[in-house]
């Protein structure tokens, strides 16, 4: 079983940043893949950005290309998402989830395995 549990939330100004924390237990944390989703309000949750288990591989969204960095720290069981140049576009609930590797596509939700409570993310204009 693994819990993840997000922080770093909160108010922002457009054009802020916030910085994402998800803290995973679990000894097996490095094996594997990390991704962050959002949810907006009357919208279906969707991927923001994804790493792969050693780090070397990091996968995003369009929207969010350039402007967050996805980045884990395995020995500390932490992945982080910094967000910058934040829009009122960027509002919504991010969710961490995780799974083993597999063959399937890192957007996917409903191939992860484990997910966390969320957290809110506001931007106002």
């Known amino acids: 079983q693994v819990q993840l549990v997000e922080s770093g939330g909160g108010l922002v100004q457009t054009g802020g940043s916030l910085r994402l924390s998800c803290a995973a237990s679990g000894r097996t944390f490095r094996n594997f893949r990390m991704s962050w989703f959002r949810q907006a309000p009357g919208k279906e949750r969707g991927f923001v950005a994804g790493?792969?288990?050693?780090?070397?591989?990091?996968n995003y969204a369009d929207a969010v290309k350039g402007r967050f960095t996805i980045s884990r720290d395995n020995a500390k069981n932490t992945v982080y998402l910094q967000m910058n140049s934040l829009t009122p576009e960027d509002t919504a609930v991010y969710y961490c989830?995780?799974?083993?590797?597999?063959?399937?596509?890192?957007?996917?939700?409903?191939?992860?395995?484990?997910w966390g409570q969320g957290t809110q993310v506001t931007v106002s204009s």
């Open positions: 790493i792969t288990s050693g780090g070397g591989i990091s």
């Open positions: 989830a995780s799974r083993s590797p597999r063959a399937a596509a890192v957007d996917a939700a409903n191939t992860y395995d484990y």
